[in-house]
């Protein structure tokens, strides 16, 4: 009897029962984490600035390897298109929703501008496009792969 506690209690404590979640909330989840990495993203897409740029890829790794981390229960992962939902289409909408994003990140007007609103747009729309495929399948590693 005591070897099935033990067996429970490991089960119960790991990694892949602690990020098991009702679809809803992990919809919510990938949602709320969509938004700093679209904004690191916006960063770096759009201006020049090498002071921050590592620091911006290392948000963006922490966050979508914390996504990548979460299982719907039954030990399932999200779909490719719920993934880009969650991601793109919650998180950014449209080009005038990243029009208002980049006017609010007025810190960054001084810096050397690298590319348009619309190129910017349709590059974060591509890299989460890219990276939604990968999740389901656990092979996000860096979103410099998805820079290229």
Known sequence: MRLLEVLCEKIIN??????????QE?????????????????KILKWKDELNYYKHVGDINGRVQRI????????KKPTQQDYFQWLFI?????EL??????????????????????EVFNIIKAI?????????????????????
């Open 26 to 42: 992990v919809e919510s989840r990938v949602t709320d984490l969509s938004h700093p990495i679209i904004e690191h993203l916006i």
């Open 14 to 23: 790991s990694e892949l029962f602690e990020n098991a979640f009702k679809r």
């Open 97 to 118: 929703t990243l029009i208002r994003w980049v006017r609010a990140l007025y810190r960054y007007h001084h810096l050397p501008v690298l590319r348009s609103d619309e």
């Open 90 to 94: 919650d998180g950014l909408k449209d």
């Open 68 to 75: 990548q981390k979460m299982y719907l229960k039954g030990n």
């Open 128 to 148: 989460l496009y890219k990276i939604s495929f990968d999740l389901p399948l656990n092979k996000y590693d860096n979103i410099e792969d998805y820079m290229k």
